[in-house]
């Protein structure tokens, strides 16, 4: 069956450190994956798409990488902040659909 | 700056009432999505509409209908709700093309008791 996953545990990390957030798929062929973050209360915001034929693609202290043999996304916050504690949810969208199918977000808090 | 509008944070009905969840955006897009989002689930397709008047079913379309007579805006209508209804529901839209992003509302937290 198909399935997009992210850890669904809480992750903590100092202020300062690289946070890294996982996005697992199964039986898609994504053309599309898209990461956002969402805080309490809030919709969701856009914050970096990558296509399947990008390995990497960075915006400010975000980084994101595409691995199709491996079927997963890494999503990396360098030099993280207090201010980027949200949940960070993955999205992946297959060629030829509007679907978007949405991975179950993993929390990210940031201590000072 | 684009806008997505929706009608209401929060809002809490009866079972057995007809529902309106309102969302309207700003900026002439085609598609429009409706999702509800419950803790462990994720977020999951309800209905979505690629133009004025037509309407695609998504995941979990049971227990909805939607409605879009004009471009901009985008209804989703329990028809008679119901407590496993109890939800928080995000409408979205993105622009033609797979590599566009989707725009959110800020979402309704909706209670049904």
């Known amino acids: 069956s198909q399935k997009i996953e992210q850890n669904s545990e809480a992750l903590n990390i100092q202020e300062g450190k690289t946070a890294t957030l996982t996005c697992n798929y199964t039986n898609y062929s994504p053309a599309y994956l898209q990461w956002y973050r969402q805080d309490p209360g809030r919709g969701p915001v856009f914050l970096l798409l990558i296509r399947e034929n990008e390995k990497e693609k960075r915006k400010e202290r975000l980084k994101v990488t595409f691995d199709t043999t491996l079927k997963q996304s890494l999503f990396h916050i360098t030099a993280s902040q207090p201010a980027d504690s949200a949940t960070y949810l993955c999205?992946?969208?297959?060629?030829?659909?509007?679907?978007?199918?949405f991975g179950t977000g993993t929390r990210l808090k940031v201590l000072a | 700056d684009v806008k997505v509008t929706q009608s209401s944070r929060y809002l809490v009905k009866r079972t057995g009432e007809k529902v309106f969840l309102e969302c309207v955006q700003d900026m002439d897009h085609e598609n429009m999505f409706w999702y509800r989002q419950d803790p462990g689930l994720g977020l999951r397709l309800i209905y979505f509409?690629?133009?004025?008047?037509?309407?695609e079913k998504g995941d979990i379309p049971e227990g909805y209908s939607v409605s879009r007579e004009k471009k901009e805006r985008f209804s989703l209508i329990l028809e008679s709700a119901s407590t496993n209804q109890t939800s928080m529901y995000l409408c979205a839209t993105p622009a033609r093309g797979g590599n566009q992003p989707q725009h959110f509302g800020d979402g309704t937290r909706l209670s049904i008791l």
């Open positions: 999205a992946l969208l297959t060629s030829g659909t509007y679907k978007y199918i």
């Open positions: 509409s690629y133009d004025v008047k037509m309407k």
